[in-house]
C-alpha cells in the first residue's frame, strides 16, 4: 500500500507562514496517484477539507483558507505541498495528507498521513 509521510509542521505567530509537505511511497515501483489533498482537525471539531488537487493540476479550496493557502503538488515526486500565509488562530489543527490512488494490482482507495501538528499563536 501507499504510505504518506507529512512534515513541516511546527509553531508560528498570527500572520505567519508555513509550508507542509507529504511525500507518497510505496513498496511496489508500480503505483498511482490520482487527487492529492490535505485535510485538517481542530481539537473537539470535525475533520475537514481544506484543498485538494488532482494530477492535471486542477485545485480546489475550502471557503476559509481561499486567498491564503496554496496547494501544489510535484508529479515526478509524488510529493504534495500546501504554503499557508496570514494564518490566524482558527489555522490550528493537525493537517492530514490525503490520497486517492492504487497499488497496482490493487483497486484504488484512500490512503492517509500520520498528520502533523499546526499551531498557531497570537
Known amino acids: 500500500q501507499l504510505q504518506l509521510v507529512e512534515s513541516g509542521g511546527g509553531l508560528v505567530q498570527a500572520g505567519g507562514s508555513l509550508r507542509l509537505s507529504c511525500a507518497a511511497s510505496?513498496?511496489?515501483?508500480?503505483?498511482?496517484?490520482?487527487?492529492m489533498g490535505w485535510y485538517r482537525q481542530a481539537p473537539g471539531k470535525q475533520r475537514e477539507l481544506v484543498a485538494t488537487?488532482?494530477?492535471?493540476?486542477?485545485?480546489n479550496y475550502a471557503d476559509s483558507v481561499k486567498g491564503r493557502f496554496t496547494i501544489s503538488r510535484d508529479n515526478n515526486q509524488n510529493t504534495v505541498y500546501l504554503q499557508m500565509n496570514s494564518l490566524n488562530l482558527e489555522d490550528t489543527a493537525v493537517y492530514y495528507c490525503n490520497t486517492e490512488g492504487r497499488v497496482l494490482p490493487g483497486p484504488t482507495r484512500t490512503y492517509w498521513g500520520q498528520g502533523t501538528q499546526v499551531t498557531v499563536s497570537s
Open positions: 510505496a513498496s511496489s515501483s508500480i503505483f498511482s496517484i490520482s487527487v
Open positions: 488537487i488532482t494530477s492535471g493540476g486542477r485545485t
